[in-house]
């Protein structure tokens, strides 16, 4: 049986910007889940070579563990996966306009769960 050759071309990051595009603000348990602690998801924006032609952008994320935080600084039973998606979404609009959303792969890498109470607690992940 012979094996056929596929050319595979690898992805190679070519620049990562030194700034976050924006800062994605929640809540989770601190160590030890004896408090809250305020934090932020940074989004940076990357220019890589070697996506198949059907892709025009990549978003990577894990460790989403975390509550999101309202615009009035409270938190409520929204996990900040799931707010993530509005964001990139405006976040694509500004600063690349022309790539089509249905032409975006999205790579949800693990911990996608959070709870305030206990770092490190298990939960349903689906609505990510």
């Known amino acids: 049986m012979k094996k056929s050759k596929v050319a595979r071309e690898r992805l190679k990051v070519v620049t990562i910007a030194e700034e976050p595009l924006e800062v994605v603000p929640y809540v989770s348990a601190a160590r030890g889940s004896q408090e809250i602690v305020y934090e932020g998801l940074p989004v940076y924006r990357e220019e890589i070579l070697g996506l198949p032609v059907e892709v025009e952008a990549l978003i990577v994320t894990s ?32 600063h690349l306009p022309g790539v089509h959303p249905d032409k975006v792969l999205v790579c949800l890498c693990g911990d996608l769960y959070g709870d305030t109470a206990a770092r490190g607690s298990n939960g349903d992940p689906l609505p990510v």
């Open 63 to 94: 460790d989403l563990q975390g509550m999101a935080l309202h615009d009035n600084g409270e938190y409520g039973d929204l996990l900040v996966g799931e707010m993530l998606p509005a964001t990139l979404e405006g976040l694509l609009q500004i």
